[in-house]
């Protein structure tokens, strides 16, 4: 089996290239242009004064994402969706909206509803990890559009939270897939942590294989080390 360029001159514990350019769009109050390699993803938080019919008069707001890929952000074109989500569309979003809003204080949002939307541009691998990574900065920035002077862990914001994937291809254990590592792993794992060091969700299967308990723990030191970098530089990007 022939591997990428990537495979061969990145190291295993390494991270691919990360870069992040906040204020993409002037029509919404946060929007981040989140790129992983070659997996690029816009997210975009709006935020309306209204919460869903089942928190009205309970004074606490709401957070939620939704997640789409653009016909051309694959090859084949993907098509577009005209009538109904799909399965893993769906899952999608509701792992991106679960992880955002386990580090919110809700209550301290007020009745307000902030929805992020991830929509990639690209995709090479990763696109949900990249979601969520872009997309805590979109909601911070949201965050402090209705909230002047809030920052983590002064205001709703509690923590901030990333995520990455891991995978084990042959015997090696290996940091940030993308699309051609993927399908080439033997085990494949997204992680998702606050920036304190806390799980929020771990996503692990074996791709017609298993994996034992020292694999496992490898995978999630792997995870908590490329997780910290992603912490860092969103922190700096925010300029917190």
Known sequence: MSMSTDYVTRPSDQIREV????????????????????????????????????????????????YNMLPGSTSPRKRRDRSKVDGRTTEIQRLIG???????????????????????????GGTRTASITGGFIALADAVASIIP???????PLLDSVAAISVGVIGDELKLDLDYELDSAADVDMNVIMTGSGRFVEIQGTGEEATFDDEQLAGLIRL???????????QRSVLGQ
């Open 149 to 155: 002077g809030s920052t983590i862990g002064n205001g």
């Open 98 to 124: 679960r992880s955002l809003r386990s580090i919110i204080d809700l209550n301290a949002l007020g009745e307000q509803m902030i929805t992020v939307d991830c929509d990639v541009l690209q995709a090479d």
């Open 19 to 66: 870069k992040i350019e906040r204020g993409y769009l002037k029509s919404c109050p946060a929007s981040v242009l989140y790129s992983s390699g070659d997996t690029v993803v816009l997210c975009a938080a709006s935020v309306e004064p209204s919460v869903p019919p089942w928190l009205e008069g309970k004074g606490k707001g709401w957070v939620t994402a939704e």
């Open 223 to 233: 995870a908590k080390k490329g997780i910290g970098e992603l912490t860092t530089m």
